[in-house]
């Protein structure tokens, strides 16, 4: 049985960004030349507009958003790219969310970040702070170790086993 941590417009928020203003748009969804050119020498002018979105979000959030129409918008305004494929395939996609991670230079989720992940939340439940404060701390946790943030799944998952492990402590302090 799973735990609810966020309600489900706090949910929505966690797996879509907030909506921008114009200095923000500047600042996530602008690339270098270098870059740029390195995208436009080797991959499709059509799907340049995608990787920009993939990684401006992922510069700000650690995660690989949805597709947003209105940044898209932005980004094809931005940078004259007059056609766009919005349906690409899914194995290019990969191909741009691991370029974008070897680019941040993003460590992999291994077994001893998750370990460090899982001792982190038992810290916190063992000091009694509130679920969603404890899933919060996470996500910054991970933006600290430099990994793409977890989904909220292995988050929540996380988040259960240190409750679990805090309700079986006390009730072992409780016992005769």
Known sequence: MSIEILSKKELKAFNSAEPMNYQEKEYYFTIQDDLLKKLIDNYKIENIAIFIHLFGYFKLTHRFLNINNDILEYITHRYKIKKFQKDIP???????????????????????????HQKEANNLANNFIHRKKIFYTLVNFS??????????TELTRIIQVALNTQKKDILNKLEP
């Open 90 to 116: 899914e194995r290019t996609i990969r191909t741009y969310k691991q370029f974008i991670k070897e680019y941040f230079q993003i460590n992999d989720y291994t077994e001893e970040i998750k370990s460090a």
């Open 143 to 152: 933006k600290k170790l430099n990994i793409e943030v977890p989904s909220y």
